[in-house]
């Protein structure tokens, strides 16, 4: 079975934690095992653009190098962390200067910037085969129709994330169709879901996320799913009928290991 690298991030420890568990067991049904890198802090949240902050990207850093350490890919599954990585990766393999300060901080621990980093999305596209995953589906999601919420740190900045086409996506719909379901399209699905701002503004971000699933259920969404535990979070805070999960629980309940998450 091939060995990934794996970041979980804070939150699939604490309030995600199931989410953590749905995404190790799909892995393994699908012939590949997270390894959880060794002493992970912090990803820092949110990607720091003042050249001279290199505290909050330590921890992405180490992450990196222990990847290209053990020769392994880098994987994650909460797009804050995995913008937060990629975008570190992409200023340590671009700006010689910021990558100078971090190694220098290091010192045993040095990037040289050949780490492979992929979002658990990518990976199953691109390593495993959304055809690959049709086929190991026990339970089939036809008849279910389902919108996929991207949100905002997914696929932007589209010049380092290179993911999807940012105004056009199709990553989560082609998972989607690979599970059985159907795909819902709406206008709302690369919006802002105002999660960043709820502390300080919480009328606006429950403004914000109820567009985003009544644009959803206008379409005819029965769910909505995302790869951001922020945004299913602030979601479902703001929810109306419509139901959003997480990616890795749909694909658990696809693949038939999803069990009792209260066992």
């Known amino acids: 079975m091939k060995k990934v690298a794996y970041f979980p991030g804070c939150t699939l420890r ?43 990207k330590l921890s992405s850093v180490r992450a990196l190098a222990y990847a290209e350490k053990n020769n392994q890919i880098l994987l994650t599954v909460c797009s804050a962390c995995h913008n937060v990585i990629k975008q570190t990766d992409n200023a340590m393999r671009n700006d010689s200067e910021f990558a100078s300060h971090v190694n220098n901080y290091l010192k045993d621990e040095t990037y040289h910037g050949t780490a492979r980093v992929m979002h658990y999305l990518e990976y199953l596209r691109d390593e495993v ?53 159907e795909p819902v399209i709406y206008p709302y699905r690369n919006e802002c879901c105002g999660g960043y701002v709820a502390l300080e503004d919480a009328a606006s971000a429950k403004k914000k996320s109820v567009s985003v699933l009544e644009s959803a259920k206008q379409a005819g969404a029965d769910i909505v799913v995302t790869a951001c535990p922020l945004c299913k979070y602030n979601l479902e805070k703001n929810a109306s009928d419509v139901k959003v999960v997480y990616f890795t629980e749909l694909l658990a309940q696809a693949l038939g290991v999803k069990g009792d998450e209260n066992e």
């Open 129 to 181: 085969g959304f055809d690959n995953v049709a086929q190991k589906v026990v339970n089939s999601l036809k008849g279910v129709k389902i919108g996929a919420y991207y949100g905002c740190l997914l696929l932007r900045p589209n010049s380092v994330m290179q993911m999807d086409d940012p105004e056009n996506p199709r990553i989560i719909e082609d998972l989607i169709k690979a599970l059985g379901a």
């Open 14 to 56: 604490t309030k995600a934690k199931d989410l953590d568990k749905y995404a190790k067991d799909s892995a393994n049904a699908l012939g590949f095992s997270l390894e959880e890198i060794e002493n992970w802090q912090c990803c820092g949240g949110v990607f720091t653009t003042s050249k001279d902050e290199i505290a909050t």
